[in-house]
């Protein structure tokens, strides 16, 4: 596609329950970020992939959440029990990496709200 | 780590005053700059960015420039709309690839 989608948009789960929420970046971006945002606050970093290197996961909250990409494609953020601090928009960016892009910039998602009742 | 230090909002304006963001940060290496908007129920999306020293970046009326010697960024708009009424986030990007943004920095234009 021409933009980075995410999916779904919008979930409402009961707490303590998984949700998988789903990102598929622009082809051919070798970097992607997931993000949350909950309401009125700026972008908290989760996780970053870049290319074949071993993920950024220095802003996982817990070890209720985890990432996965496979190569350059979809990710999938998974959260696990979910808790009503849980609820927020998560946005996921994809960007090129390598020699000369550096000042590329990020691609952004319309975003994931999750609502945690 | 690299880090990022907005000013806080919210800044409320009136209408064709003068506006000013400011930004600085500590990152390694040499970075790029970006400044994000995000419009009220729309997602994040590049307002402008400059990519060594002393450039200006600018769109929309917005301006700002890198400033390798005080490690800042700062956002400026000469006569502020209602439309840019929005969250701006300021975000290097250095060795690594890596984004990281500020808090974000809420502006409300009041007509």
């Known amino acids: 596609g021409a933009g980075v989608s995410q999916s779904p948009s919008n979930k409402v789960t009961e707490k303590g329950k998984d949700v998988e929420l789903r990102c598929d970046p622009i082809s051919g971006h070798t970097a992607l970020y997931w993000y949350r945002q909950r309401l009125g606050q700026g972008l908290e970093f989760l996780i970053y992939f870049q290319g074949n290197s071993a993920p950024d996961k220095s802003g996982l909250p817990s ?18 029990r979910t808790q009503q601090e849980d609820s927020a928009v998560y946005l996921c960016a994809s960007s090129p990496t390598g020699q000369g892009t550096l000042n590329t910039e990020a691609f952004f998602g319309q975003g994931t709200r999750l609502t945690v009742v | 780590g690299d880090s990022v230090t907005q000013m806080e909002g919210p800044v409320t304006l009136s209408e064709e005053a003068f506006l000013t963001i400011n930004c600085t940060y ?4 040499y970075p790029s700059l970006f400044w994000y908007v995000q419009y009220p129920g729309e997602g994040l999306q590049l307002l402008l960015k400059a990519t060594k020293a002393d450039d200006k970046g600018s769109n929309k009326g917005f301006e700002a420039t890198y400033r390798k010697e005080t490690t800042s960024f700062h956002l400026e708009k000469g006569s502020v709309q209602v439309s840019d009424s929005a969250v701006y986030f300021c975000a290097p990007r250095a060795a690594g690839n890596k984004l990281t943004f500020g808090g974000g920095t809420r502006v409300l234009v009041k007509p």
Request: no cysteine; net charge negative.
């Open chain 1, 63 to 80: 070890d209720r959440f985890s990432a996965e990409r496979t190569g350059e494609s979809v990710s999938t953020l998974t959260i696990q």
């Open chain 2, 26 to 29: 500590t990152a390694t290496g």
